[in-house]
């Protein structure tokens, strides 16, 4: 880390503040020597765990969540993850789902979580997540940001995989974690009965139409750029998870690695309470605890990381694990980064 937080004097009680111009001012007041007490405040809000802490886009007037560490140091280097919500969802179901927030303090995490209103993110969006990538760079100081990952659950996924390599991101994203959104380098077979079950209040379909002759769908073409990927699924998604990875070939990893199943006592944080009447096991069914299997394929080139997660016995929606969070994200914090700082 640029600031080693033990080397800095115990009285340090340091400030930080994001005033509606969306840049973060870091103060720090220095007296005798005694524990650290934080001060934090985003916009006049002191920093509570668990508490969202919504911040406007000046540029669009649309509000975000910003997570940090509530003992966050001047100079002190973080690992910045964008957080993207699925379609038919919000900022509130996502970061219950993803809740990277919850680590920020281990891991030293910087996480935006934006929402689209149209509640599926379009190319008009794209300036709205710039902006916010752009006012947390500013605010942390590009030298401090480690690392910096595109997180993104379904359509929020495959969101991600659109913008990672384009002319905004390509130069800034280190790394991209894909939640039930698409994997790189092999895509599994789908689950014939995935989707969002049909529930029985659901008014009757109207008639039924003479449907467009079928054609092949063609694939979106994988991202060319050069970055960190994790693809995190649940078991009932997909047929079965392939074995070999055509990004870990190009990265010249070795063979895959199963590292210890992650097993979790505790249940995840929210679910879709909309589609359980019925609900489906490849949809997602009620928050329960669980088991993952973590696979990985070690030594890539540059430091990168590529690794898939399989959640046994989950579907689509359920919201993550303490546990197996903690595995995704020190994934994350393991890999490579410093495109930002460099740029």
Not at 98 to 116: C, D, G, I, N, Q
Not at 234 to 251: F, H, M, Q, R
């Amino acid at each position: 880390m640029k600031n080693n937080r033990s080397a800095i004097c115990k009285s340090a009680k340091p400030s930080i503040i994001l005033p509606a111009a969306g840049v973060i001012t870091l103060t720090m007041a220095l007296a005798a020597c005694s524990p650290i007490q934080p001060s934090v405040e985003l916009m006049g809000s002191a920093c509570t765990p668990g508490v969202d802490s919504p911040v406007t886009d000046t540029g669009t007037g649309r509000t975000w969540v910003l997570d940090y560490p509530c003992d966050l140091q001047p100079g002190e280097e973080v690992t910045f993850i964008l957080n993207l919500h699925g379609g038919g969802s919000n900022t509130a179901y996502q970061h219950a789902y993803f809740p990277a927030w919850e680590l920020k303090e281990k891991y030293r995490l910087v996480v935006a979580t934006p929402y689209s209103p149209a509640a599926v993110w379009r190319p008009e969006d794209d300036q709205y997540l710039q902006n916010i990538v752009t006012s947390v760079t500013e605010a942390v100081g590009a030298d401090n940001i480690r690392a910096f990952w595109l997180a993104g659950h379904s359509q929020g996924g495959l969101t991600s995989r659109r913008l990672v390599c384009t002319e905004f991101f390509e130069n800034k994203v280190d790394g991209f974690a894909s939640l039930s959104g698409g994997r790189l380098g092999g895509a599994p077979q789908r689950s014939p009965n995935a989707g969002r079950p049909r529930q029985a209040d659901a008014p009757p379909p109207s008639a039924p139409t003479t449907p467009p002759p079928a054609t092949a769908a063609t694939p979106p073409a994988e991202p060319a750029c050069d970055f960190s990927h994790i693809y995190a699924i649940g078991e009932y998604e997909i047929v079965s998870l392939p074995d070999t990875s055509a990004l870990a070939e190009k990265y010249n990893c070795s063979a895959r690695v199963r590292r210890d199943d992650v097993v979790d006592t505790e249940p995840g944080k929210t679910y879709d309470s909309r589609s359980q009447n019925p609900g489906t096991r490849e949809w997602g069914l009620l928050p329960r605890p669980g088991t993952a299997e973590v696979y990985e394929y070690p030594g890539c080139d540059d430091g990168r990381v590529i690794a898939d997660v399989v959640r046994i016995d989950k579907g689509h929606t359920e919201g993550f694990e303490p546990n197996i969070m903690d595995t995704i994200v020190s994934l994350m914090v393991s890999a490579s980064g410093g495109k930002i700082q460099r740029n």
